[in-house]
Nanobody, 119 residues
């Protein structure tokens, strides 16, 4: 079993920044997996925000390119999402994910952390 625990969400003004963290634990060799962040806004489907595979290759949603950066520390079993120049449309629940590869749907999810961008 694998547990993913997110932290770092909250309320931020437009143009501000936040960093999300997600620590993995359990029966996982963290460095072998694709780690990612998805988000879901009210009334919308869950969508990919960013992901990083085991060799460091990344994918970003077009809407966050140039504003968000995903990174990982395999020694700490942790993945991060640095979010900058936040917009109201970034408001959503953000979920950490763990997948076997970058082309498979995640096997594990965190509980989600709320990010609200509002003045």
């Amino acid at each position: 079993q694998v547990q993913l625990v997110e932290s770092g969400g909250g309320l931020v003004q437009p143009g501000g920044s936040l960093r999300l963290s997600c620590e993995a634990s359990g029966s996982i060799i963290f460095g072998f997996h694709t780690m990612g962040w998805y988000r879901q806004a009210p009334g919308k489907q869950r969508e990919l925000v960013a992901r990083m595979d085991s060799v460091g290759l990344t994918n970003y949603a077009d809407s966050v390119k140039g504003r968000f950066i995903i990174s990982r520390d395999n020694a700490k079993n942790t993945v991060y999402l640095q979010m900058s120049s936040l917009k109201a449309e970034d408001t959503a629940v953000y979920y950490c994910s763990c997948a076997r590869t970058s082309t498979t749907w995640p096997d594990y999810w965190g509980q989600g952390t709320q990010v609200t961008v509002s003045s």
